[in-house]
């Protein structure tokens, strides 16, 4: 495939890269942009207005400074398990989603497998621009190296940007020490009625913002391990509960 390299020299920041169509991208290549000296990663986006198939390789780390983001933009989008490298070819339904078109049509998938990868080498953010996120029930989220070895945790934040809803099907799990945001632009944060347990493992802080909610009265959203989170249920509550026995630092958000 292609690569990509805006790699920093002996000195210096990362640079900035955009891979982006006005109809379909596809992606199966590799980008660099790697800091050098006391330099930082840079950026990469990689976007398709109608379609987008990522199954690439993207590196902003930096020996010094602070690790870059990558930048993915779907319309929709559901998190299932498929080892890096796994079939991501993706037309979702009615050519407007990313990543993996499912068997029966409905909706698209991006793997656990190469968030975890791109998490070792990279900020992490998954945004939707028309519709949910929907996160299957049994997910790890965790930094690990292509061949499938679990690496040791990292300050490298994963941010689940949804311009509708965010839900998940079952529990699941997000163990890095870097910050899990997640953010329902238009609609609400939790579990609907499955009452999925969400593990935070490392010492990761929890940000959560829905229009209209996080979680309900009757089925809160359930954590274990958290220690610090910051949430705006905006125009709804915010219900969460925690069980584990730690104590939990709440603050809340302000624009």
Known sequence: GTTIDADATTSGNGGNVVVWSNDGTRYYGSISARGAGQGSGGSAEVSGEAYLDYDG????RAPSGETGTLLLDPAEIEITHDPYGGDV???GDSGTGPYTDTSSGAGSILTDGTINWELN???????TYTNDIQIDGGRVLEPMHQTGTVQPANSNTLTLASNANISWTGGWTYSNSGQLTMSAANGSIGAGTTSG???????SPLLMRAADGIGTSTTPVETSG?????????NGGINVSNSGGTNVTISSLSD
């Open 57 to 60: 390789q993207t590196d902003l």
């Open 89 to 91: 070819n993706i037309s």
């Open 121 to 127: 080498n990279a900020n992490v953010t998954v945004t």
């Open 197 to 203: 347990t969400l593990t935070l493992g490392g010492t």
């Open 226 to 234: 958290l220690t610090t989170i910051a949430a705006d249920g905006v």
